[in-house]
């Protein structure tokens, strides 16, 4: 499905922008071409939407790209889904580059 303003209105971006769709077609190219945190954050959109395979396949992307944070969600998703040997083999990569935390006293 497509991105759309009323999909985006649920996470907390005002769906009323026009901005919105293009905003979102701009991240999906700025991934295509490589830039691992636009790959991070579409993969956190379908996420969100509960597009698995598309999550799975920007999360996959990111973390190849060795983004750590994607190395951690990508491990997470694995957790989720009772495939445990591959949850501990993206922990423990993201582990060894250095995982950071998104919180203000430790921002990425």
């Not at 954050?41 to 379908?46: I, Q, V």
């Not at 973390?63 to 495939?83: C, F, V």
Request: aromatic share 8%.
């Amino acid at each position: 499905m497509p991105f759309s303003a009323e999909r985006t209105n649920h996470l907390g971006i005002c769906g009323c922008q026009p901005w919105v769709e293009e905003g979102m077609a701009l991240l999906k190219k700025a991934a295509e071409q490589g830039h691992v945190y636009a790959m991070s954050a579409l993969g956190d959109f379908h996420n969100e939407w509960e597009e698995n395979e598309q999550a799975v396949e920007w999360i996959t992307k990111a973390a190849e790209a060795g983004l750590p944070t994607a190395m951690h969600e990508l491990g997470s998703i694995h957790h989720d889904r009772n495939e445990h040997e591959q949850a501990v083999e993206w922990f423990a990569k993201g582990a060894g580059v250095g995982r950071c935390t998104l919180n203000r006293s430790n921002p990425c």
